[in-house]
């Protein structure tokens, strides 16, 4: 009888135990939960403050471009649903672009000249010829073209205009019966100077007659193919060279000028009326000196074309049996040229955004 009360006591004093150390941890439990959703709702105050000031400085900075408060704030909304820094929007194209092609999807009904007003100020509405394009909405007014049908047809077209959701496509010295129309998928290729072939697709959403013109109605698209027009590229350049023709026993030197250089050839031209004193064909051997960052070039070369520009006849030279040194010379040169032209680029721009604060 003893031995079962003592087994009883036991019992119910290890059960008082354990509903106090039940107790202790719910508490703790408690405490612990407490601390943890008071931490993230300081978090929360935190970002929130700090987001409020980020905003501010962000509307400032926007303000420095000549931005209102409410262009500002569509930039500053659209950059964060896209997770895109809201900063980056002002100073790089490719992030502005995406930007606005949201906040378009998602308001139907905004104000075109509001963000034509947006792209102004930020200098993003043109790009220079040695820039690639990031979007169809930077192509050119006038810009011409080819558009080619699914069945293979060809058509010459120019853009005609413009806005922010389309592009719409004159066709050129062509008129019904087209095999294509609205709905159907096309491609357009185009030649931009100094850059290269673009190649885009998209759906004719409409055809337009005004009077005797035809206008096809195209979505902007992001996605471009781009082939550069040459292997190396090319920049525009003006300095003397002296070209070398052999002329039986004897060597003329003409002197030229050097309009674009690449690093495997240039382009010389001379006046005219001196033209008609060589004899100098597509296929001539032709020597051609130059400096370049006072060093010295020499290299033997091909006409492989000839154009007629100004009152000037201009060859194109393709250099032979080049060293690598001299090439990578040349190369560091084009770089260099580049470089200065982004940097004169990006100066006019900021004095431009300057001038209108």
Not at 202 to 229: A, C, N, S, T, W
Request: with cysteine; charged share 30%.
């Amino acid at each position: 009888m003893d031995e079962r009360v003592n087994i009883l006591v036991e019992a119910w004093r290890q059960a008082v135990e354990q509903g106090a150390n039940y107790k202790a941890l719910l508490i703790i439990f408690t405490v612990f939960i407490a601390v943890v959703i008071f931490f993230m709702f300081w978090m929360k105050v935190k970002e929130l403050i700090s987001l409020k000031y980020l905003k501010k400085a962000f509307i400032d900075e926007a303000s420095m471009y000549g931005l209102t408060p409410e262009e500002a704030e569509i930039l500053w909304t659209y950059s964060r649903k896209l997770k895109r820094d809201p900063f980056l929007t002002l100073e790089i194209k490719a992030t502005f672009e995406k930007v606005i092609q949201q906040y378009t999807n998602e308001n139907p009904d905004f104000d075109d000249n509001v963000i034509r007003n947006i792209r102004k100020k930020l200098g993003f509405d043109t790009l220079p010829e040695y820039v690639p394009l990031v979007t169809s909405k930077d192509i050119d007014i006038f810009q011409t073209g080819k558009l080619f049908t699914e069945s293979g047809k060809s058509y010459s077209v120019a853009l005609y205009d413009k806005d922010e959701r389309f592009m719409y496509w004159l066709i050129i010295d062509a008129v019904p019966p087209f095999d294509f129309g609205k709905g159907d998928k096309v491609k357009l290729k185009f030649l931009r100077k100094n850059d290269g072939i673009y190649t885009i697709e998209g759906e004719i959403v409409d055809m337009i007659r005004e009077d005797d013109k035809y206008i096809l109605k195209i979505p902007h698209v992001f996605k471009m193919d781009r082939v550069q027009r040459r292997r190396e590229f090319r920049i525009n350049v003006q300095f003397p060279v002296i070209l070398i023709v052999k002329e039986g026993e004897n060597e003329l030197s003409i002197n030229a000028e050097a309009v674009d250089i690449s690093s495997e050839g240039l382009r010389a031209c001379i006046p005219e009326e001196l033209h008609q004193n060589y004899k100098i064909n597509i296929g001539k051997d032709i020597k051609v000196d130059f400096q370049l960052d006072n060093r010295s070039f020499s290299f033997e070369s091909i006409v492989k074309n000839i154009n007629r520009e100004q009152g000037r006849v201009c060859y194109g030279l393709h250099f032979m049996n080049m060293e690598s040194k001299d090439k990578e010379a040349i190369v560091s040169y084009i770089i260099k040229v580049e470089q200065e032209l982004v940097k004169k680029y990006r100066n006019i721009i900021g004095r431009s955004k300057t001038m209108k604060v």
